[in-house]
Nanobody
């Protein structure tokens, strides 16, 4: 059983930065491509970023390109999401997940999710 635990969320002013972390336990992180999604109140869960098992390939939501960077450290069993120039519309719960199927941008490709970490951006 893979367990994912996100951290690093919090309250930040617009224009600020946060780095989210996702620690994976239960199985070797390097086995899985990983992704980050977010869900704002009253909205569907949406794709944020994805990374291949070795970090060689990354994908980003078009609306977030240039402001976010996904990375991973398999030795530390951790996936990161660096977010810069944050906007109030980035307010959401951010989730990491382990990917099982081929489409990195579809939530249905992911089979194991963390509990999420809240990011709140004030204007």
């Amino acid at each position: 059983q893979v367990k994912l635990v996100e951290s690093g969320g919090g309250l930040v002013q617009a224009g600020g930065s946060l780095r989210l972390s996702c620690v994976v336990s239960g199985r070797t992180l390097s086995t899985y491509p990983m992704g980050w999604f977010r869900q704002a109140p009253g909205k569907e869960r949406e794709f944020v970023a994805a990374i291949s098992w070795n970090g060689g390939t990354t994908d980003y939501a078009d609306s977030l390109k240039g402001r976010i960077t996904i990375s991973r450290d398999n030795a530390k069993s951790t996936v990161y999401l660096q977010m810069n120039s944050l906007k109030p519309e980035d307010t959401a719960v951010y989730y990491c997940a382990a990917r099982l199927y081929s489409d990195p941008k579809s939530a249905e490709s992911y089979y194991n999710w963390g509990q999420g970490t809240q990011v709140t951006v004030s204007s």
